[in-house]
């Protein structure tokens, strides 16, 4: 089955894997990410830039806020299909077809468990209902639209013949995507290709659809079962950029492409991905949803194409390919030599961002400019990766809707406890002030901003980067932390590293605040997918 316009000379589309990306569906369901709808919107349009055939835009039943952070995606992103997920109830369907219908490409994703542990425990209902349920919500779904996809979620803990059951009445029903599950992270590559073999041979229907993969990384193993199940005839991959999802996270999309991208002469096979997105991609996700990625993690951790060894360094200064299997240029490292500084004006800035893919006016250029000024007073050359960072900080403040910072002042000595100030402005308007004698001059100024506010938000993660290298390069500060049971994290980036601590902090806390009154406000969903 085709999906996007276009086989390149020299491949074919049977050998083309899909690449399913719900970065912003499973992986916006890790603990602490509470991402706005401009934010979505922003990861949306660099999912398309960078190719990927499909986005799972989000869980729209889930809450209001899921429903219109889908329903904008569908609205404003051209090229990918924009899919949301959907439980069985008609209830379900027709929020994620009310989310979905404006967009040119539109997708239901309707699951239902097929394994015992899941239907005697969690569903307490009996296999027949299960099929009863898989079969009305892909016929529902059908009244509305083509394209709808089904997966028997735990799968790869279920029986396989009952599991081909429910996949036959899925397809007989019309279901165009069957997508194969591994939820927990249970299976190992071997037996999850036999497990799909066994299913192509008990429905021979399974050629007539795409096949798909969704697998988690509880063991470690997403990617290497993703492969297994690519092997074994599946042509679409669900994945998310930086592996992130539930728990242990899914399939690393960038891991998914590279592999498929470098090993292509062996494998046969290919993607649609724009590898040269990649890496901004990762920054982006990361920014936006502040989890940072570790530095070994293959394709985009900082020290991936690092080399430390002297024989390995005296290696590739002969040979980039004595130690190196990709060139960072593919991922889209090193590639932008932009540079402004403080004499840069408006236009410049305007058109650099423009250049670099961000569509910044009014309001928002006027408050990129203004922090652009005083960066650029503080630090020589300003770079792509000094605007990309300041640009996303900007949109990671807009649309929370909380708290924000106004100012600090902080006395920081060897000789007494550092003390801080505060002033935040509040969320109902006006501002309060806070002060706090701490244990050290960041301690301080958290624990000020939890007097301003009158929250008692308990740090629970804090981490320091620098954007480039250098001495006077940006600092880019990640908060994780938790208001009665519930986690905000959230990012800051400035030239002052105590500044970017307080805005990652003060952001962390509004989005705290914010999932804490949405949960209380909506009720969670009786069953949170995998
Ligand atoms: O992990 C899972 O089973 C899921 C399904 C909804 C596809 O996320
Ligand atoms: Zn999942």
């Known amino acids: 089955m085709s999906i996007s316009p276009g086989t390149p000379p020299g491949r074919s589309e049977s050998d083309?894997?899909?690449?399913?990306?719900?970065?912003?569906?499973?992986?916006?369901?890790?603990?602490?990410?509470?991402?706005?709808?401009?934010?979505?919107?922003?990861?949306?349009?660099?999912?398309?830039?960078?190719?990927?055939?499909?986005?799972?835009?989000?869980?729209?039943?889930?809450?209001?806020?899921?429903?219109?952070?889908?329903?904008?995606?569908?609205?404003?992103?051209?090229?990918?299909?924009?899919?949301?997920?959907?439980?069985?109830?008609?209830?379900?369907?027709?929020?994620?077809?009310?989310?979905?219908?404006?967009?040119?490409?539109?997708?239901?994703?309707?699951?239902?468990?097929?394994?015992?542990?899941?239907?005697?425990?969690?569903?307490?209902?009996?296999?027949?209902?299960?099929?009863?349920?898989?079969?009305?919500?892909?016929?529902?779904?059908?009244?509305?639209?083509?394209?709808?996809?089904?997966?028997?979620?735990?799968?790869?803990?279920a029986d396989v013949e009952f599991t081909a059951a429910v996949v036959q009445v899925a397809i007989d029903e019309g279901a165009v995507t069957i997508n194969i599950p591994d939820t927990v992270g249970y299976a190992i590559p071997q037996e999850f290709a036999a497990f799909l073999a066994r299913l192509y041979e008990l429905v021979p229907d399974l050629h007539r659809v795409v096949l798909s993969v969704h697998c988690h990384d509880d063991l470690g193993l997403a990617v290497a079962n993703s492969l297994a199940g690519i092997e074994a005839g599946c042509r679409q991959v669900e994945c998310a950029i930086n592996g992130i999802g539930e728990r242990a996270g899914n399939a690393s999309l960038e891991e998914i492409a590279m592999l498929l991208h470098t090993r292509e002469p062996s494998l046969g096979l290919w993607t649609g991905i724009e590898t040269t997105e990649i890496a901004r991609t990762s920054r982006l996700v990361s920014r936006l949803t502040g989890y940072q990625v570790q530095p070994n993690k293959a394709i985009v951790g900082r020290n991936a194409f690092a080399h430390e060894a002297g024989i390995h360094q005296d290696g590739v200064l002969k040979e980039r390919t004595t130690y190196e299997i990709m060139d960072a240029t593919t991922v889209g490292l090193n590639s932008n030599s932009l540079v402004l500084g403080k004499h840069s004006g408006r236009h410049a800035l305007s058109k650099a961002l423009e250049e670099m893919g961000f569509e910044i006016d009014g309001q928002a250029l006027n408050t990129a400019f203004k922090r652009f000024k005083e960066i650029a007073d503080r630090k020589k050359h300003v770079t792509a990766m000094d605007l990309e960072a300041l640009v996303t900080d900007e949109l990671r403040s807009e649309d929370i809707g909380g708290f924000a910072l106004d100012w600090f002042e902080v006395e920081a000595s060897s000789l007494r406890p550092p003390h801080a100030k505060v002033s935040v402005t509040l969320p109902e308007g006006g501002s309060r002030t806070g002060s706090f004698t701490g244990d050290g001059p960041i301690d301080a100024v958290f624990q000020a901003i939890n007097v301003a506010t009158g929250i008692a938000a308990k740090l629970s993660d804090f981490t320091i980067g620098a954007v480039t290298e250098g001495q006077d390069a940006l600092g880019e500060v990640s908060v994780v932390l938790e208001v009665q049971g519930v986690t905000g994290a959230g990012q800051g980036v400035s030239t002052d590293i105590i500044d970017a601590a307080a805005r990652a902090y003060v952001r962390a806390l509004s989005v705290a605040v914010a999932r804490s009154r949405a949960d209380q406000a909506i009720g969670l969903p009786e069953v949170s997918p995998g």
């Open 16 to 157: 083309r894997v899909l690449i399913f990306d719900t970065t912003l569906r499973d992986g916006e369901q890790s603990p602490g990410i509470s991402l706005n709808k401009q934010e979505k919107l922003e990861i949306a349009q660099q999912l398309a830039r960078l190719g990927v055939d499909v986005i799972e835009a989000g869980f729209p039943i889930a809450s209001p806020g899921d429903f219109e952070g889908v329903q904008a995606i569908a609205q404003e992103v051209e090229g990918p299909v924009i899919c949301g997920l959907a439980r069985t109830s008609h209830q379900d369907i027709d929020a994620a077809w009310n989310a979905v219908k404006d967009s040119g490409r539109p997708r239901v994703h309707t699951f239902i468990s097929t394994s015992d542990i899941h239907i005697e425990h969690q569903l307490q209902t009996t296999r027949e209902d299960v099929i009863g349920q898989a079969r009305a919500a892909v016929a529902h779904a059908k009244q509305y639209l083509d394209d709808v996809e089904f997966s028997p979620m735990d799968a790869s803990r």
